[in-house]
């Protein structure tokens, strides 16, 4: 069974960094290009970072320019999405994508790959 599962959300304060791991099965990671998406309540999902099948260019959104990190395991199987210096306004639930190549950093680009079933994260102030 093809699936992606996105673990590492929780509960941090401002200021805080956090790491989220997204674990492929059925199928692996390399020659995929990676997203990595967010939707917070009331707003639309949006794409928070990606990376393309060949790690040879990577995308950030403007909010998280500076503060976030894509990257892929040496296993083939785990992506992850580091974040430093967390806000509130990062407060959503992250889901993790692939496709076999980036196009655009959108989730509209990302429709016909795999996605995970999102994990929650909660700044608090």
């Known amino acids: 069974q093809v699936q992606l599962v996105e673990s590492g959300g929780g509960f941090v304060r401002s200021g805080e960094s956090r790491r989220l791991t997204c674990v492929a099965s059925g199928f692996t990671l390399d020659n995929h290009a990676i997203g990595w998406f967010r939707q917070a309540p009331g707003k639309e999902r949006e794409g928070v970072a990606c990376?393309?099948?060949?790690?040879?260019?990577?995308y950030y959104a403007d909010s998280m320019k500076g503060r976030a990190t894509i990257s892929r395991g040496s296993d083939k199987s785990t992506a992850y999405l580091q974040m430093n210096s967390l806000k509130t306004e990062d407060t959503a639930v992250y889901y993790c994508a692939t496709d076999l190549y980036l196009q655009a950093c959108t989730p509209d680009d990302f429709r016909l790959g795999t996605w995970g079933q999102g994990t929650q994260v909660v700044v608090s102030s």
């Open positions: 990376i393309n099948n060949s790690d040879k260019y990577t």
